[in-house]
């Protein structure tokens, strides 16, 4: 897909005193000029924060995510936010790019004094990426800020000012691939609660989570919902790496299936799509015309609807609803469709994930069952978005 963006965003601070800024995955169409965020689930505001939430019916049963519109191809990003607190509940700072490039701040509602760091290159899991970080009071009581300073040779993780953990690209060498997995490409800022103990999941997951959700804990019992808390988003944008294909300035584009740096390319694509039929394969697509016979002409375009950008023929099953397969839906392919520079997801990639954690290799559930298959966050990865270049 394509996204446009402003070049000048090199800086841009969040404050989430309303939620103006943020727009329905079921409203967005690629137009970062009218949202900041997509969101999925109830987002709500709370004494100047954005609380993401979790209930165990209705809209938020699958959790609450909010994605970036603009992308970030490196740079210094933070989060001041409160986790969640329970079995079975995961919230997550994260950055996901179009072809599963991932860097994770991750915190189990179990555990309140670890932050669980990670990356991924292209989805491909590895157990020993994770890391735990310790923090020094409770996640879920007391404002933290985490920040990921992604360059193109190091990304560092920090907690409270405190550098906790460094990568080198160097020490990502596989021999295997002649590759280096090392996250690479335009990334999509994602806040995100989520059931990761809820019993569609598999027992690894299930038990990296702490367990399965207790519906009768304390702050259920109390709200309604779980919930972690945001107060701010802080993005610094870093130029892009040296050699980049640069012929515009307001979308990225893979120009090629390998999906790594040296095949996206800075363009003046367009990054609107005429409905939420489209994706960058395909951007006018809009719905089908009701006929002379009216009411069944209507009824089958309803039907084929899809529900958020870019989702229909990409992400986990179709138009919001799982795979009967148990495919997770990723399309290996999807490095040559035209993804933004500035936020457009590439068509072709689907499911919202957040990596895979350390869960038992005996797990029978796909690697990337965590890439929430049963609810809409699954169409994230197909929403358009604009370059924070």
């Known amino acids: 897909m394509r996204s446009r963006s402003l070049l000048s965003r090199w800086l841009q ?70 986790s969640s607190r329970g079995k079975g509940v995961v919230s997550a700072f994260i950055l996901m790019s179009d072809v599963k490039d991932e860097i994770d701040f991750e915190f189990v509602g179990t555990d309140l004094t670890t932050a669980q760091s990670n990356f991924y290159f292209q989805g491909v899991p590895d ?75 598999g027992q690894g997951t299930i038990s990296w989570a702490g367990g399965l959700v207790d519906w009768s804990a304390q702050d259920v019992q109390k709200f309604g919902y779980y919930y972690a808390m945001f107060k701010d988003v802080n993005v610094q944008c870093y130029n892009p790496p040296q050699g980049a294909n640069k012929t515009g300035s307001k979308s990225y584009v893979y120009n090629a299936k390998s999906g790594t740096n040296n095949s996206v390319a800075i363009t003046d694509d367009n990054t609107v799509l ?84 350390a869960q038992s290799k005996s797990d029978a559930s796909s690697p990337k069952e965590r890439g929430l298959q049963n609810s809409l966050f699954a169409a994230l990865i197909a929403v358009i978005g604009l370059l924070v270049l």
């Open 13 to 82: 601070d969040y404050k989430f005193t309303s939620l103006d800024g943020i727009q329905p995955n079921t409203k967005y169409l690629g137009d970062a000029s009218k949202a900041n965020w997509v969101s999925s689930g109830q987002p709500q505001l709370y004494q100047g924060n954005v609380l993401l939430t979790l209930s165990e019916t209705g809209e938020s049963s699958s959790g609450t995510l909010l994605a970036s519109t603009s992308y970030v191809w490196y740079g210094k990003i933070s989060a001041q936010m409160k």
């Open 274 to 357: 005429k409905s939420l039929l489209g994706s960058g394969m395909n951007m006018d697509a809009d719905y089908p015309h009701a006929s002379a016979s009216g009411t069944a002409a209507t009824a089958a375009a309803t039907s084929e609807v899809a529900t958020v950008p870019g989702l229909t023929g990409a992400g986990p099953g179709t138009n919001g609803h799982p795979n009967n397969n148990g495919n997770d839906g990723t399309n290996q392919e999807s490095g040559s469709a035209v993804s933004s520079a500035g936020g457009a997801s590439s068509t072709g990639v689907g499911g919202f994930s957040q990596g895979t954690p």
């Open 127 to 201: 157990y020993n990426n994770e890391k735990d970080l310790t923090v020094q009071s409770s996640t879920f009581d007391d404002f933290h800020t985490y920040e990921l300073d992604w360059q193109p040779d190091q990304l560092t993780w920090s907690v409270d000012g405190s550098i906790m953990r460094t990568l080198k690209r160097s020490d990502t060498w596989n021999a295997t691939t002649n590759q280096y997995h090392y996250p690479q490409t335009p990334a999509r800022v994602e806040l995100s609660l989520w059931p990761a103990g809820s019993t569609k999941n």
